[in-house]
């Protein structure tokens, strides 16, 4: 007979909770909210929103437009309703599970281990704040505001909250809403890695992937710091990345980015297609390259490699400052930056914007407007 304590279901209950168990089993518990929610929006229907969800992890067919809950401001919150929002090659990463090389078991472990944990994807939002927290000062109902939430994501719905002290400011008056979407998330992490890499005046840049989110603003910020660019794209965007600012566009197609001489002082590569050994170099003495979308053994490499040859690199994600939004709106207000939209969808096409995101080839941005 076995005794209560060597009992497999005694040890089991009082085993210490494991957080890989607790991560599935809130994976689990997410299913069961998510597949009552009609008999929920019946009751509810008031605080009901659409909100775009990801049912699992792999390709835009995961993507459902469902109704949730419509969230709630808390005391230090505002609560925007959405007008306008975007699909990243963020949001495509989270979604598909398709991480820079070595990032993919880490991933599982931050986005959830067999689905994404926050079902809801978007990083950034325009539109107006519908109510506040009680003890929000900053913001009034009906002021225009942008938002920009890596981490918090939750922006694919018609409602979106977000601290007051958190990455959101003002849009100007003049700016609209699709505008205003598309300024966060490829602004922002270029000027966050051309800072950190440091490029000054009459430097000269290198940015591969220039027709992208990231790489079209990384051209037109380097192109406003004074330094001369040269965006590396497909044929099809030679014209778009020139008028952007570059003087000088490589269509990779007809020349081989890897055979150019090392006469850069600055690398950025932000699609994947070089990796650091590659990237450093591509780079004169004292050169720096930012790794945008560097690899695992990038990261791990980058100071080993790039100190060895007197060069700095650095690969990892971008800060998010709400100085940098606050900094890349007003520039945008001054007509010195202009974020690149390839095209604008309904909210119900969300899906089609998933597809051409992961397709890797789109032309700045893609962005969800809704009613
Ligand atoms: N570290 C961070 O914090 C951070 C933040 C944001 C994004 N990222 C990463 O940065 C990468 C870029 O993001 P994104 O949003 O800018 O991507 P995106 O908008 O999808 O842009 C990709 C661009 O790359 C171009 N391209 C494709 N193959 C190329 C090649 N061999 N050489 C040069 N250009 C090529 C494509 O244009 P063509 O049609 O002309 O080829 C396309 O315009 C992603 O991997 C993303 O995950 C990292």
Excluded at 146 to 155: E, I, M, N, T, Y
Aim: glycine share 8%; hydrophobic share 45%.
């Amino acid at each position: 007979m076995p005794t209560l304590l060597s009992s497999p279901h005694f040890t089991l209950f009082f085993l210490p909770p494991h957080p890989v168990l607790i991560t599935l089993f809130a994976e689990r518990f997410s299913d069961i909210v998510l597949t009552n929610l009609p008999a929920a929006a019946i009751r509810l229907r008031a605080q009901m929103m659409k909100a775009a969800i990801c049912t699992g992890y792999g390709s835009a067919d995961v993507v459902r437009i469902v109704d949730v809950p419509k969230p709630v401001a808390g005391d230090d919150e505002i609560l925007i309703r959405v007008r306008a929002t975007t699909v990243t090659s963020g949001d495509w990463r989270i979604r598909s599970l398709e991480m820079p090389p070595g990032f993919g078991p880490m991933a599982r472990l931050i986005f959830g281990i067999t689905k994404p944990r926050q079902p809801i994807l978007g990083s950034e939002v325009a539109g107006e704040v519908e109510a506040v927290g009680k003890d929000v000062s900053k913001f009034r109902v009906g002021d225009r505001v942008v938002a920009f939430d890596g981490s918090g994501l939750r922006c694919h719905a018609e409602f979106k909250c977000i601290r007051e002290s958190g990455n959101v400011v003002r849009i100007p008056d003049q700016m609209d809403f699709t505008t205003a979407a598309a300024l966060p998330f490829g602004g922002t992490t270029a000027m966050d890695f051309l800072r950190r890499v440091g490029l000054t005046a009459s430097e000269k840049i290198l940015v591969i992937g220039a027709s992208g989110s990231v790489g079209s603003a990384a051209v037109q910020l380097a192109r406003h710091r004074g330094a001369h660019v040269t965006g590396v794209c497909s044929s099809a965007n030679v014209e778009m990345v020139s008028s952007l600012g570059a003087e000088r566009v490589i269509d990779y197609g007809k020349e081989d980015v890897t055979s150019l001489d090392p006469d850069f002082d600055v690398v950025m590569e932000t699609v994947g297609a070089l990796n650091l050994t590659q990237s450093l170099r591509l780079l004169r003495s004292g050169g720096r390259a930012a790794m945008i979308a560097g690899s695992l053994s990038d990261m791990l490499t980058a100071s080993w490699k790039s100190k060895s040859r007197g060069l700095k690199a650095v690969v990892g994600p971008a800060a998010e400052k709400h100085e940098d939004l606050q900094e890349i709106v007003a520039l945008a207000a001054e007509g010195i930056f202009r974020p690149v939209i390839e095209h604008t969808y309904a909210f119900e096409q969300i899906a089609e914007a998933h597809r051409r995101v992961q397709q890797r080839r789109k032309r700045g941005n893609l962005v969800i407007t809704l009613p």
